[in-house]
């Protein structure tokens, strides 16, 4: 259902229901909101993708009986927009409906040219969230985000990429390249950055620990004597 795969300080989370192009059901969210929380101190980035070729084709409509899908979900999404590590979705065929509310969740997104997006509530008499939809304006544009909330369509990796939805175009590998470089980074100043990109009350107190910390000495110093710095989060 959720494979987790521990690859040093990455964590690569994979839907895995490729029966149902991976769409989640009450028993995929709660293993997913598992899988984040036992995410430890030692992992600097996560990588969310999924299984087969898809990333995520939406709610499993056969798994989706009463209101505590929504809250279900609402704790996934922020589980990964408030993690205290940069999120990366990695996705390919389809990433709709709760799809898209997954990918837009995570900090950064890499899709393939074909990857498609779109929220087809429309379709179902379906609603999602105030946060979603702002979210989908922030990242998207306002133009964009109307066209696939109000008409129901579907923008390919390759739209998503120009319109700056996705900040790459790529494979899972280059998904997990990317996790890599980035967990390479100072984590207190991504968590700063991260916390202020979010607007979260605790910005100013994650920049002021970031100014204090250890791992800034030690990026000076890495810095003055021309070599890889060694960040320990503290």
Known sequence: ???????????????????????????TLEALVGAIDACGDDVRAL???????????????????????????????DGLRLAPFV???????????????????????????????????????????LWSVERLAQLAGHGPARSMLLAAEV???EQAHALGLVQRLGTLDDALGWAATIAELAPLTLRAHKAALEARPDAAAALE????????????????????PAFRAR
């Open 47 to 77: 990588v969310l993708t999924g299984a087969g070729g898809h990333f995520c084709a939406g709610a499993d409509l056969s798994g989706v009986e009463d209101a505590s899908f929504t809250a279900l979900l609402r704790s996934v999404l």
């Open 155 to 157: 923008v390919s990796g």
């Open 87 to 129: 999120t990366i979705a990695a996705a390919d065929g389809a990433a709709l409906g709760a799809g898209t509310q997954l990918a837009i969740a995570c900090d950064l997104r890499v899709a393939t040219p074909q990857a498609g997006f779109g929220i087809p509530a429309g379709r179902l008499g379906l609603a999602v969230d």
């Open 1 to 27: 259902m959720i494979q987790t795969d521990a690859r040093g300080p990455v964590t690569v989370l994979t839907i895995d229901r490729p029966q149902r192009r991976n769409a989640v059901d009450h028993a």
């Open 209 to 228: 620990q970031a100014w204090a910390s250890e791992d800034l000495q030690e990026g000076l110093a890495a810095f003055r004597e021309r070599r890889r």
